[in-house]
Nanobody, 122 residues
Framework: QVQLAESGGGLVQAGGSLRLSCAAS??????TGWFRQAPGKEREFVGG????????HYTDPVKGRFTISRDNAKNTIYLQMNSLKPEDTAEYYC?????????????????WGQGTQVTVSS
């Protein structure tokens, strides 16, 4: 069983930056996704990274502003968020997919972190 521990959320002004971390422990996995969920909205895919080669994929709203990376030695995945906007405000989650490629659907992910709140003020 994979355990995920997220950190790094907080309150930031529009235009600012935050870096979220997702520390993983347990068996190896193929892919990690970052998701977010705002109040009253469905959980949405933000981006993901394939563990074996670091290939990444992002959704259009965050492309060019967010960057996902991994540190193999620390078994940690990062979400660097720059040029933050108030509409980025949400609870952010990391999730892992034991086998297979990055996908948009949260139902395809096997383990989830507890979430970390990101609030962007205007």
């Amino acid at each position: 069983q994979v355990q995920l521990a997220e950190s790094g959320g907080g309150l930031v002004q529009a235009g600012g930056s935050l870096r979220l971390s997702c520390a993983a422990s347990g068996p190896t996995f193929d892919a990690t996704g970052w998701f977010r969920q705002a109040p009253g909205k469905e959980r949405e895919f933000v981006g993901g990274i394939r563990w074996r080669d670091g290939a990444t994929h992002y959704t259009d709203p965050v492309k060019g502003r967010f960057t996902i990376s991994r540190d193999n030695a620390k078994n940690t995945i990062y979400l660097q968020m720059n040029s933050l906007k108030p509409e980025d405000t949400a609870e952010y989650y990391c999730a892992v997919k034991m086998r297979g490629e990055i996908t948009y659907s949260p139902d395809r992910y096997d383990y989830w972190g507890q979430g970390t709140q990101v609030t962007v003020s205007s």
